[in-house]
């Protein structure tokens, strides 16, 4: 399912080819609305793997940056790129989780100011479950740490990110739906009350001591449930459990679930916490089961068996009151506050950015006479860099395995050097300026960067931002020279008008000039 809005995601702009390009954004996936949880659980991350998935991601498609939410009622991608990448994001994610292509049909995109709204909808409690999910808030913040972590959260990225967070705190504090502090925990524990016609006197064993356990157990202990909950004695620094929980080690689990009324597991383990087998074989075993983790930590088959009753979290869904109907206008407000700070942060760093684009190089003139310049690449680019640093008294070295035509003929020029072989960094020392004129793109890239290591001037003849220096259009006359480049590297021929007209100029000057010198 593809809702694709107008691509109006403009937040930041980089530059490439000597222009500004667009910076577009783009989510892909899908929720509990969407797909079922044996979907979901195809796309779940887990935590530890995350930053080596965002780093392949990024590389995939060269991305500016990316980010992935990943909870147990959802999974999304959000994606930064620019204007000229043509992003397939369904494919792009399926191809990264190894999943057949035929589920992107279960992915919903949104592009440009759909995907702003949505992610600030989903800070704020609006997409949840269970209308008003306080843990999502924070689950929000772990993605954009994993990014940040991972280095793929670039500027556009964390500021949206950054911005949902503030219109989820906002929405928390004065849009407050029916339940303060409610979740999917908390919806779990009010219908295992339900189910067991209350909680006080009963027994229960928590499965996992993270966040969404600590709140079950805590919950359940303040409805005056006994609870047992797991912990894993080989990890240091484990989170304290909530007191009043009794403490099972991890690899005694299943013994312990006997004599209790109901079992909740949420972990992140990629393995079954209870299988179906081991449950069977437990003497006065729970009849209730709650599955709060994706992927899930409770094997399906064990609602099979006889007089169990298992949910999970597609079981616990919510729909809201009327009250939580008028709490969702005031938290859309806010989100049309926060979805238009990020448009004034885009509008901001656009302006910025071409300003920065619109200063001028400074223009500089060198006197080669005598000095020794590097040129890399036998071409005719090269050939004609070659030239003109020759024409100004330079020596040359000439670093190419092969040349063209067009640089055998300056071979018996005065101050040419060639080496016939491959580039090497030794070839810098002693040279005041370099060209890297190759037909090799990382060669030329791998120049440039070593020259500016060594405090070497250099100009990459297939990449303007990569240089130091330009080549300019060169006008002269027998008393004055002049140099010309365009302020962006493309008005090419504005150069060659204003080349043209400037010659004509400065010869008429240097005529005027010695004309008045001899007395005329």
């Not at 919510?318 to 700070?341: K, P």
Request: with cysteine; charged share 25%; net charge neutral.
């Amino acid at each position: 399912m593809h809702d694709i809005s107008p691509p109006v995601a403009e937040a930041g702009q980089t530059r490439a080819s000597g222009r500004l390009q667009r910076l577009r954004l783009v989510m892909v996936g899908l929720d509990h609305k969407t797909a079922d949880i044996t979907a979901r659980e195809r796309f779940t991350v887990p935590a530890d793997a995350m930053p080596a998935f965002l780093r392949r991601l990024r590389e995939m498609r060269r991305v500016a940056g990316c980010v992935y939410l990943s909870t147990c009622n959802r999974s999304e991608l959000y994606l930064s790129y620019t204007g000229d990448l043509q992003i397939d994001a369904a494919t792009l994610l399926c191809t990264a989780m190894d999943v057949d292509l035929s589920h992107a049909e279960l992915l919903t995109e949104r592009v440009g100011a759909a995907a702003v709204r949505h992610i600030m909808r989903v800070a704020g409690g609006l997409e949840a479950s269970v209308p008003g999910d306080d843990q999502i808030l924070s689950q929000v913040r772990t993605a954009v740490d994993a990014a940040r972590e991972a280095d793929t959260a670039d500027p556009q990225l964390q500021t949206l990110f950054r911005l949902a967070v503030t219109a989820g705190k906002r929405i928390r504090t004065k849009a407050r739906f029916a339940r303060d502090g409610d979740s999917v925990a908390g919806a779990a524990v009010r219908a295992i009350a339900s189910r067991l016609g209350g909680l006080k006197g009963r027994r229960a064993m928590v499965i996992g001591n993270g966040v969404i356990g600590r709140l079950a157990a805590s919950l359940l202990l303040a409805e005056g449930c006994g609870v047992a909950m797991t912990r894993r004695t080989h990890r240091p620094g484990r989170p304290a459990m909530p007191e009043g929980c009794e403490a099972v080690d991890f690899a005694d689990r299943i013994g312990a679930l006997a004599g209790c009324d109901v079992v909740v597991s949420a972990t992140s383990s990629p393995h079954y916490t209870v299988s179906a087998a081991e449950f069977a074989a437990v003497p006065a075993r729970p009849n209730l089961l709650v599955d709060l983790a994706i992927p899930r930590d409770i094997e399906p088959d064990v609602a099979a068996l006889p007089g169990i009753t298992l949910w999970n979290v597609d079981d616990l869904k919510q729909d809201g009151d009327e009250t939580d109907a008028r709490r969702v206008l005031l938290a859309e407000e806010i989100i049309d506050e926060e979805a238009a700070r990020f448009e004034m942060w885009r509008h901001n760093r656009l302006l910025h950015r071409r300003r920065q684009q619109g200063r001028p190089d400074f223009p500089a003139f060198i006197n080669l006479h005598g000095q020794t310049a590097l040129v890399v690449g036998g071409g005719l680019v090269a050939a004609r860099r070659t030239d003109v640093l020759l024409s100004f008294g330079a020596r040359v070295r000439l670093i190419s395995p092969d040349i063209g035509p067009e640089m055998r003929r300056l071979l018996d020029r005065e101050g040419l050097l060639w080496r016939q072989r491959g580039y090497d960094t030794n070839d810098l020392e002693g040279v005041t300026l370099a060209v890297a004129a190759t037909d090799d793109r990382a060669l030329n890239c791998h120049i440039g960067q070593e020259a500016k290591e060594n405090a070497v001037l250099v100009s990459v003849a297939d990449k303007r931002e990569e240089c130091s220096f330009y080549f300019p259009a060169i006008i002269r006359s027998e008393n004055l020279t002049a140099g010309l480049v365009s302020n962006d590297g493309r008005q090419h021929h504005l150069v060659k008008k204003a080349a043209a007209r400037l010659r004509f100029e400065l010869e008429q000057i240097d005529e005027d000039c010695t004309g008045r010198k001899q007395g005329e």
